[in-house]
């Protein structure tokens, strides 16, 4: 387990009041500077300190993560999403935050931070796998039929066997034992057979026998 110590306890803190008090101004000055200079020398700068930036903040949550601090976690995603929005870090954060506090039991916020990843993402995967966490959020909570709207939406044939087998468990949830079948028997189509989640949905799918 990585060491989180007092001074990178003190470090998350100073960088997110110092984020909070002058991010959004310091976005605005480097972005009017870049504009009216039009320098691509110092936009592709700039880009680059951004990654490396981005890419800091995402090894200290990840030092933060190991420690299950859920708020402290929170924090960190938080520089991420708000500070770098555009990286491919900030919805990985947005996810790493939202397992955090369904560990938690904090489901609000969890899907908060999934609902983050549907709104401003642009990898389609990130999309499909913020739906299936949502799904088992709802599914936890009892909303079925929220549940199987988001295992209902477009997702990429990779997600095809993972959305089946979670429609299955909201059917048996349900107590719609043949619907249940129907998804599983789906999903161990879409599902590798190497894979060991496959057995998994098989075991599921035999504990409900033949249909009627």
């Not at 800091?56 to 030092?63: E, G, H």
């Amino acid at each position: 387990m990585a060491t989180y110590n007092l001074e990178e306890q003190d470090k998350l803190d100073s960088l997110k009041t110092w984020w909070d008090k002058f991010g959004t101004a310091v976005t605005i000055v480097i972005t009017t500077l870049v504009v009216t200079i039009g320098g691509t020398k110092m936009w592709e700068y700039y880009q680059r300190t951004q990654a490396h930036q981005a890419a800091d903040l995402y090894v200290l949550l990840q030092q933060v993560k190991a420690t299950s601090e859920v708020n402290r976690i929170n924090d960190a995603a938080y520089l991420l999403t708000e500070g770098f929005s555009s990286s491919g870090y900030a919805p990985r954060a947005a996810l790493i935050a939202a397992a955090a506090n369904i560990e938690a039991g904090e489901t609000k916020r969890a899907q908060e931070h999934l609902q983050w990843i549907l709104d401003n993402a642009k990898e389609e995967e990130m999309h499909d796998l913020a739906r299936l966490r949502i799904a088992g959020v709802l599914l936890d909570e009892g909303d079925y039929d929220a549940a199987l709207r988001q295992l209902n939406t477009k997702h990429g044939e990779s997600y095809a066997g993972l959305y089946a087998d979670l429609r299955g468990d909201v059917f048996v949830a349900a107590e719609k034992f043949e619907e249940a079948r129907q998804a599983y028997q789906t999903a161990i189509v879409k599902l590798n057979k190497s894979n060991s989640y496959f057995n998994i949905v098989q075991m599921k799918l035999d504990a409900l026998g033949d249909s009627d």
